[in-house]
C-alpha cells in the first residue's frame, strides 16, 4: 500500500490503516499483543474442538489407556 493512499493513525496501544476514505483497512499490533490474540484464539478452538468431541463421542477411554494404545502402536 502506497504512502499516499493510507494512514497510520495511533490509538492505544495499537494502530490501524485507512484508506484514502478514511476507512479502515488493517489493524497494527505489537507482536506480543498479536502473539498473546494467537494463543488465545487457539485456546478457544481447543476449547471448541473438545465440545464437539464431547458432544459426538459415545466412548471415552482415559489418558492413562490412550498412552498405552499408542506405545502398542508404536506412536508414542
Known sequence: M???QASVYRMKPDSYLVDKHGKPQAVILSIIDYRN??????????EVTLKRAVR??????SHDDLVSQLKSHKLL
Open 2 to 4: 502506497r504512502q499516499s
Open 56 to 61: 459426538t463421542s459415545r466412548r471415552t477411554i
Open 37 to 46: 490474540m494467537m494463543r488465545h484464539l487457539e485456546d478457544l478452538e481447543d
